[in-house]
């Protein structure tokens, strides 16, 4: 019978059976403690069994290099991490623990959840007698010897390390989530993650026996979990890869996440998608967009509220170049909440060439088009900034810098694309956008990419506020269907 089902009035021998079962079945142990510390079910799942089943033969000694794949808010840390490490500790209070995430902070949380889960009295009815000699988040240690330190990826770790040097279960190097989602199309950051685990983190172990497991969802190609996969270590790895959509068609946790929503996150953002939630993740090539769902139309709606993002580039074809272009990419979000791409301004000239596209295309399309610019990093960027912002005096101007790489800042527009939430205004200009949209990022430009997708952040989550500008015009349309009620109700308001 599963622990939430057992009356809160128990017998010696049931709490008796009850310790027994949770010290000897890890799935049971995080069970039993949810339920004990929440207060309510946990909604688990077969999949919670199948990562437990793999943990506890690590504890066996049955797998010494373990990787789970996983889709992300899945209980990943929940039983790896937390559970894990408590539900060991309990068994081998003497053991030793690193664990690791892409961020310091991160994994002190987890080190800080791992100790609240052992000092609660739970805890103490299937492991009773153990003790701590100290507690604090980062670095705590057990009276019988055990340890648990806790870091980010590429942190210090001189002085820790991880397991025993005999036989049997000693503790072990949990790495959970090494890459930040954002960081990790960066080669530089991706790669540097990878040295770290090579050059600093391995020889943490204790013994060659330490096990060493790896819980993260596929972020790139060439991540963590697929070099260690491919022999980058030069050892063998067990692979647990949990996918959101199971070969046979159905959701993994249909409570989580439903097969139709599912279907719909991967329709609109299918290379995010297979990485994340498939553990399949690739290139990205030319999959980003989907322009055949962008609607054509002869006119904007009524009401559309219009800002134009920039992208820059000084320079000039010479024979043989195909140098970048100078974009400025005009979208506007209409009262329903769609977007449309009204225009798109794009030349190659010289700084003063650019300077003139600016301000004529900001006389052109009024003041009540705001413009967004970017802003490179150094004085140089700032000089740039102050400059353009004095050229368009008079005009709503707001700069930013560059965040993330270019796929990462597309992908929020290229969403709503995929979904059919863009239109595109009938332009000559269309098929030129078109062509670049269907090869990003992989193609020869992305400027006009880069300028719409700089738009759309200021628009949807930018200064500019579309969440304040949609309550704002339900309002004003509330406001003036009362004031239509009010006066159809009193004539005499009507009069002369």
């Known amino acids: 019978m599963p622990p939430e089902a057992r009356s809160s009035t128990i017998t010696d021998a049931e709490r008796l059976a009850i310790q027994v079962e949770a010290q000897e079945d890890l799935y049971f142990f995080s069970r039993y403690m949810f339920k004990r510390r929440k207060k309510f079910k946990w909604r688990h799942n077969w999949h919670h069994r199948e990562i437990c089943d793999a943990l506890m033969r690590v504890f066996r000694g049955e797998c010494k290099r373990l990787i789970i794949n996983i889709p992300p808010r899945y209980s990943k840390t929940e039983l790896a991490v937390v559970n894990f ?59 019988a010897g055990g340890v648990m330190y806790a ?94 959509i199971q070969g046979d068609g159905s959701a993994l946790w249909p409570a989580k996440h439903s097969i139709e929503r599912l279907e719909r996150m991967r329709t609109a953002n299918s290379h995010t998608f297979a990485g994340q939630y498939q553990q399949q993740p690739s290139p990205g090539e030319g999959n980003t967009f989907r322009p055949d769902n962008i609607a054509i139309v002869d006119a904007i709606p009524a009401g559309t509220r219009m800002l134009r993002g920039w992208d820059f580039a000084a320079s000039v074809p010479n024979a043989g170049s195909d140098p970048d272009w100078t974009v400025g990419g005009k979208l506007g979000v209409t009262p329903d909440g769609r977007f449309i791409i009204a225009d798109i301004a794009r030349m190659r000239g010289l700084p003063h060439e650019v300077e003139a596209c600016l301000k004529n295309t900001a006389d052109r399309d009024g003041k009540p088009v705001k413009i967004s610019i970017p802003q490179d990093p150094g004085q140089a960027g700032k000089s740039q900034v102050a400059a353009f912002t004095r050229l368009l005096s008079g005009y709503s101007v707001s700069s930013s810098t ?53 738009a759309f952040h200021e628009l949807h989550g930018g200064n500019t506020g579309l969440l304040d500008y949609l309550q704002q015009q339900t309002q004003a349309t509330q406001q003036a269907t009362s004031q239509a009620a009010t006066q159809e109700t009193n004539p005499w308001l009507n009069r002369p």
């Open 151 to 244: 870091t980010g990826a590429g942190g210090t770790i001189t002085g820790f390390g991880a397991g025993k040097d005999r036989e049997g279960f000693g503790g072990a190097i949990i790495i959970d989530d090494p890459h930040k989602a954002d960081e990790a199309r960066s080669d530089t950051v991706r790669n540097g993650v990878i040295e770290w685990f090579q050059n600093t983190l391995e020889s943490r172990c204790n013994s060659p026996d330490t096990p060493i497991i790896v819980i993260m969802q596929r972020l790139h190609e060439r991540d963590l979990a697929g070099w260690l996969e491919a022999g980058g270590n030069g050892e063998t790895w067990e692979v647990l890869k949990l996918k959101a």
């Open 85 to 143: 490490i408590a539900w060991a500790l309990g068994q081998v209070p003497d053991s030793e623990f690193i664990h690791i995430s892409y961020a310091a902070k991160l994994a002190i949380n987890n080190s800080s959840n791992v100790l609240g889960l052992m000092q609660h009295e739970a805890y103490s009815d299937v492991f009773p007698g153990l003790a701590f000699s100290s507690d604090a988040s980062a670095h705590w240690t057990t009276t």
């Open 402 to 454: 560059e965040s993330g790489d270019k796929i990462t800042r597309a992908e929020p527009f290229a969403a709503q694309c995929n979904v059919g939430n863009v239109m595109m205004l009938r332009a000559p200009w269309n098929d030129e956008l078109i062509s670049e949209m269907r090869m990003f990022p992989n193609g020869t430009h992305d400027d006009q990419v880069d300028a719409l997708s700089r």
